[in-house]
């Protein structure tokens, strides 16, 4: 059988959940098309068939490294044989490059970036970085850091630090349990300057996908929320998104209390609070950190999920009621007549059979509400929701191939219980960006203006299209139950003294970089989304591959 090898993707994982989060999934394979002409190489043939995620694979129970290899260059081979297979070399990015604090100051006033994609032109990878320039030396004298992620590859994550930083403390926060976390406390092991730091996950099905860099500096902190997971596939060649902040100085010792040093959009009580409820001793220093900072000029709003039945007060805290809060006193002026909810991610969970249930029922009523109209906006009409999700022929012709559906969780058991969504559903197209072949790992959701050309607000988030990330009420309305910690930042154009944001168009230096093309593109009568756990061998993707899961 002939395997594919080349830069592993990141690592996701399903549950059988109503949650498609990235969970556990055995590999797939991927066979090269006979019909294709390819460069033949001699390669060992090995026991063991090769692990799609490579040296990526959290995966370090024995059964599966019983049943598969993790390198190509695997010492435990024997034999030889010649297989038919791509000579895979890794692109170089090529031309001069600002350094990452130009870009940073290029991202302003939104301070959102993409990061770099490996294989596309130079000129689409402008406003991005990779996550070695985020930790750079430029960026700051780093005196310690803080990681809050879901898929971690320590070894790697430790060399995208610069020499010179690569002893600072750094902590761990992740959600990993049983044979996963006893795995990351042996490979953490030997990096002494490491701690680790378990999320609590109460509830069933939850997963810890909040993704945040806190870096604390000489001069100040900086923090940076995002969607990439902490493996290379993952800072490759997908799509992902980047919101970060200015260094952000320290308060006079008379000031030095978390009131002080406040944003109007509350940045600083809400971090400290989404903190808190990790309910953590290990994250009691970096809480006492922030609250010595001023965070006056941070100009969005942190939107976060926290594991839990929350009610009261602490109901519209999190999850879409806490968009609906912030909208209501924020967002726009009602009779926002033609405009429409975009909805874009990388994974669905189980919704419900009828998209009245939550769809369109509390989660659409969330994302339309406007600052005047009360505590409880009508949900909008069938028309006014689009939702950006890979079709089959985006994934196979991205730059990855079907391997970039590793990362995209649509199962068909949940796919069958919910057609209603085909109805909604938009191709990924990112030529403003260059991005259209780099698979989509980011989530973005915004509300447009009927022509596309303006946006009410836009929010960069971890939170994929499930009831587990944005919670769903429960007991007639009276609790919002959530099963995953998950984080993102919302822009309102309020915040920035404007009416709107601008939607910038091709070729100009103006306007909110959207992540992918306005007007969006829908599903042609052939097209079907992508499902992960079904094959696809009629057409080879990019790689002359085919995608046989188990």
Same mark, same amino acid.
Request: aromatic residues 10%; charged residues 20%.
């Given at each position: 059988?002939?395997?594919?090898?080349?830069?592993?993707?990141?690592?996701?994982?399903?549950?059988?959940?109503?949650?498609?989060?990235?969970?556990?999934?055995?590999?797939? &394979?991927?066979?090269?098309?006979?019909?294709?002409?390819?460069?033949?190489?001699?390669?060992?043939?090995?026991?063991?068939?090769?692990?799609?995620?490579?040296?990526?694979?959290?995966?370090?129970?024995?059964?599966?490294?019983?049943?598969?290899?993790?390198?190509?260059?695997?010492?435990?081979?024997?034999?030889?044989?010649?297989?038919?297979?791509?000579?895979?070399?890794?692109?170089? %990015?090529?031309?001069?490059?600002?350094?990452?604090? *130009?870009?940073?100051? @290029?991202?302003?006033?939104?301070?959102?970036?993409?990061?770099?994609?490996?294989?596309?032109?130079?000129?689409?990878?402008?406003?991005?970085?990779?996550?070695?320039?985020?930790?750079?030396?430029?960026?700051?004298?780093?005196?310690?850091?803080?990681?809050?992620?879901?898929?971690?590859?320590?070894?790697?994550?430790?060399? *995208?630090?610069?020499?010179?930083?690569?002893?600072?403390?750094?902590?761990?926060?992740?959600?990993?349990? !049983?044979?996963?976390?006893?795995?990351?406390?042996?490979?953490?092991?030997?990096?002494?300057?490491?701690?680790?730091?378990?999320?609590?996950?109460?509830?069933?099905?939850?997963?810890?996908?909040?993704?945040?860099?806190?870096?604390?500096?000489?001069?100040?902190?900086?923090?940076?929320?995002?969607?990439?997971?902490?493996?290379?596939?993952?800072?490759?060649?997908?799509?992902?998104?980047?919101?970060?902040?200015?260094? %952000?100085?320290?308060?006079?010792?008379?000031?030095? &209390?978390?009131?002080?040093?406040?944003?109007?959009?509350?940045?600083?009580?809400?971090?400290?609070?989404?903190?808190?409820?990790?309910?953590?001793?290990?994250?009691?220093?970096?809480?006492?950190?922030?609250? *010595?900072?001023?965070?006056?000029?941070?100009?969005?709003? =942190?939107?976060?999920?926290?594991?839990?039945?929350?009610?009261?007060?602490?109901?519209? @805290?999190?999850?879409?009621?806490?968009?609906?809060?912030?909208?209501?006193?924020?967002?726009?002026?009602?009779?926002?007549?033609?405009?429409?909810?975009?909805? *874009?991610?990388?994974?669905?969970?189980?919704?419900?059979?009828?998209?009245?249930?939550?769809?369109?029922?509390?989660?659409?009523?969330?994302?339309?509400?406007?600052?005047?109209?009360?505590?409880?906006?009508?949900?909008?009409?069938?028309?006014?929701?689009?939702?950006?999700?890979?079709?089959?022929?985006?994934? !196979?012709?991205?730059?990855?191939?079907?391997?970039?559906?590793?990362?995209?969780?649509?199962?068909?058991?949940?796919?069958?219980?919910?057609?209603?969504?085909?109805?909604?559903?938009?191709?990924?197209?990112?030529?403003?960006?260059?991005?259209?072949?780099?698979?989509?790992?980011?989530?973005?959701?915004?509300?447009?203006?009927?022509?596309?050309?303006?946006?009410?607000?836009?929010?960069?988030?971890?939170?994929? =299209?499930?009831?587990?990330?944005?919670?769903?009420?429960?007991?007639?309305?009276?609790?919002?139950?959530?099963?995953?910690?998950?984080?993102?930042?919302?822009?309102?154009?309020?915040?920035?003294?404007?009416?709107?944001?601008?939607?910038?168009?091709?070729?100009?230096?103006?306007?909110?970089?959207?992540?992918?093309?306005?007007?969006?593109?829908?599903?042609?009568?052939?097209?079907?989304?992508? %499902?992960?756990?079904?094959?696809?061998?009629?057409?080879?993707?990019?790689?002359?591959?085919?995608?046989?899961?188990?």
């Amino acid at each position: 059988m002939n395997v594919a090898s080349r830069i592993p993707p990141s690592v996701h994982k399903v549950s059988d959940s109503e949650s498609e989060e990235e969970t556990s999934k055995p590999s797939a &394979i991927e066979k090269f098309s006979p019909s294709l002409p390819m460069k033949k190489r001699k390669i060992k043939k090995r026991k063991l068939p090769l692990c799609k995620f490579g040296q990526t694979c959290y995966r370090k129970n024995p059964s599966h490294l019983k049943e598969f290899r993790h390198t190509i260059n695997d010492s435990s081979s024997s034999g030889s044989d010649e297989l038919d297979g791509p000579s895979f070399k890794r692109p170089r %990015l090529v031309g001069k490059r600002q350094t990452p604090l *130009q870009i940073l100051e @290029s991202s302003q006033p939104w301070s959102f970036l993409l990061t770099t994609v490996t294989g596309i032109s130079p000129s689409f990878n402008t406003l991005s970085l990779g996550i070695a320039e985020i930790l750079s030396e430029e960026m700051g004298e780093l005196v310690s850091s803080a990681q809050f992620n879901y898929v971690i590859d320590i070894p790697w994550l430790v060399k *995208q630090y610069p020499a010179k930083f690569r002893n600072k403390p750094l902590l761990i926060v992740h959600g990993a349990t !049983r044979d996963e976390n006893i795995s990351l406390h042996e490979t953490a092991e030997a990096f002494p300057h490491i701690r680790l730091c378990q999320a609590k996950l109460d509830i069933m099905f939850g997963t810890h996908h909040t993704k945040m860099m806190l870096l604390r500096y000489t001069s100040g902190v900086r923090v940076v929320i995002h969607t990439a997971n902490l493996v290379e596939g993952d800072w490759y060649q997908k799509s992902q998104g980047i919101w970060m902040s200015g260094i %952000l100085p320290k308060l006079d010792g008379n000031e030095a &209390i978390a009131s002080a040093g406040e944003s109007a959009t509350h940045f600083k009580h809400d971090l400290l609070e989404y903190l808190s409820a990790y309910n953590s001793h290990a994250l009691l220093e970096w809480i006492a950190c922030l609250q *010595q900072h001023d965070m006056s000029a941070v100009k969005v709003h =942190l939107i976060a999920s926290i594991p839990g039945r929350h009610t009261a007060a602490k109901k519209a @805290s999190f999850g879409h009621l806490k968009l609906r809060k912030v909208l209501s006193r924020y967002g726009p002026l009602p009779g926002v007549a033609g405009s429409c909810i975009v909805g *874009q991610f990388s994974s669905i969970g189980s919704l419900g059979s009828k998209q009245e249930n939550w769809l369109c029922g509390e989660w659409l009523a969330s994302l339309s509400q406007t600052r005047s109209s009360g505590g409880l906006a009508l949900a909008a009409v069938h028309g006014d929701l689009k939702l950006v999700f890979p079709t089959v022929d985006n994934v !196979r012709t991205s730059l990855e191939g079907y391997a970039a559906g590793g990362a995209l969780p649509y199962s068909i058991n949940t796919a069958k219980k919910q057609q209603y969504l085909h109805s909604f559903f938009h191709q990924w197209k990112a030529d403003c960006r260059g991005r259209s072949e780099a698979s989509p790992h980011i989530k973005t959701y915004m509300r447009a203006s009927s022509d596309f050309k303006k946006l009410s607000w836009f929010l960069v988030t971890s939170a994929n =299209l499930s009831k587990a990330a944005w919670g769903a009420l429960e007991k007639n309305a009276s609790q919002l139950m959530i099963r995953s910690y998950e984080l993102g930042v919302l822009m309102l154009p309020f915040h920035f003294k404007e009416a709107d944001f601008e939607v910038r168009s091709t070729g100009e230096e103006s306007g909110f970089p959207v992540p992918f093309d306005l007007p969006l593109t829908s599903y042609g009568k052939q097209d079907r989304p992508w %499902l992960w756990d079904i094959p696809y061998v009629h057409k080879p993707d990019t790689h002359g591959t085919k995608w046989c899961p188990p």
